[in-house]
């Protein structure tokens, strides 16, 4: 199903995101950027739109939040009250030198979102990715078991758009229960932060978890 979708920071993560629902064929509208040049690129590449996040926002089907933690306050103050409105946050609650988590561990960034704005239907999910992954994984897709994505929240409706979207990109949503559990998912994004850029391989990590039996 075609979806109208809105980006709400247009960095690697709302970019790398953006361009690949375009292909899916979803209709993209690219917003909240230092640049405006950067917008109207990403849309001519795509063949969406750019525009404010106020004009993305206004009815899109899903909204992806990805700006940098810092930029929270004054992304939301320009989407409105986001009423009634699917919303994939795949922000990490960092300081401005992306070195430390700035909540935690009784609270987290996604309880935080669904706390300035609650009529939002929020779900997390992509913020244990790192963009890098990206191409290669939607490059992949079909031809090999797909990597994972958690998938985190309290919106069942959310969730279900949320898991349509993530397997567009060629990943497997793996379910992690409520919004609560960003207390634990945001400390292991910065674990696959060190693995994917502190460590030796390159930075396009993905991951599986299994449940073994017998």
């Given at each position: 199903?075609?979806l109208k979708?809105?980006?709400?920071g247009?960095?690697?993560?709302?970019?790398?995101l953006?361009?690949?629902?375009?292909?899916?064929?979803?209709?993209?509208?690219?917003?909240?950027?230092?640049?405006?040049?950067?917008?109207?690129?990403?849309?001519?590449?795509?063949?969406?739109?750019?525009?404010?996040?106020a004009?993305?926002?206004?009815?899109?089907?899903?909204?992806l939040?990805?700006?940098?933690?810092?930029?929270?306050?004054?992304?939301?103050?320009q989407?409105?009250d986001?009423?009634?409105q699917?919303?994939?946050?795949?922000?990490?609650?960092?300081?401005?030198?992306?070195?430390?988590?700035?909540?935690?561990?009784?609270?987290?960034g996604?309880?935080?979102?669904a706390?300035?704005?609650?009529?939002?239907?929020?779900?997390a999910?992509?913020?244990?990715?790192?963009?890098?992954?990206?191409?290669?994984?939607?490059?992949?897709?079909?031809?090999?078991?797909?990597?994972?994505?958690?998938?985190?929240?309290d919106?069942?409706?959310?969730?279900a758009?949320?898991?349509?979207?993530?397997?567009?990109?060629?990943?497997?949503p793996?379910?992690?229960?409520?919004?609560?559990?960003g207390?634990?998912?945001?400390?292991?994004?910065?674990?696959?932060?060190?693995?994917?850029?502190?460590?030796?391989g390159?930075?396009?990590?993905?991951?599986r978890f299994?449940?073994?039996?017998?």
């Amino acid at each position: 199903m075609v979806l109208k979708l809105a980006i709400v920071g247009s960095g690697l993560m709302g970019a790398k995101l953006g361009r690949l629902w375009a292909r899916c064929g979803h209709e993209v509208t690219f917003s909240y950027s230092r640049s405006r040049a950067k917008l109207d690129r990403l849309a001519a590449e795509t063949g969406g739109a750019a525009g404010s996040v106020a004009d993305a926002v206004a009815g899109a089907e899903a909204v992806l939040f990805a700006v940098h933690w810092n930029r929270v306050e004054d992304a939301l103050a320009q989407a409105g009250d986001l009423t009634g409105q699917v919303v994939l946050n795949c922000c990490v609650p960092l300081d401005a030198s992306n070195t430390d988590l700035v909540l935690g561990p009784t609270t987290s960034g996604a309880e935080q979102l669904a706390v300035m704005r609650p009529r939002a239907r929020w779900v997390a999910c992509f913020n244990t990715n790192p963009s890098e992954s990206f191409e290669l994984v939607y490059a992949r897709k079909g031809r090999a078991e797909p990597p994972q994505s958690l998938i985190y929240g309290d919106d069942a409706g959310a969730k279900a758009v949320a898991r349509d979207l993530i397997r567009d990109i060629g990943f497997a949503p793996l379910e992690a229960g409520g919004l609560r559990t960003g207390r634990f998912v945001e400390p292991f994004a910065m674990v696959t932060a060190e693995l994917a850029y502190g460590q030796p391989g390159g930075p396009a990590l993905t991951y599986r978890f299994e449940k073994l039996r017998g």
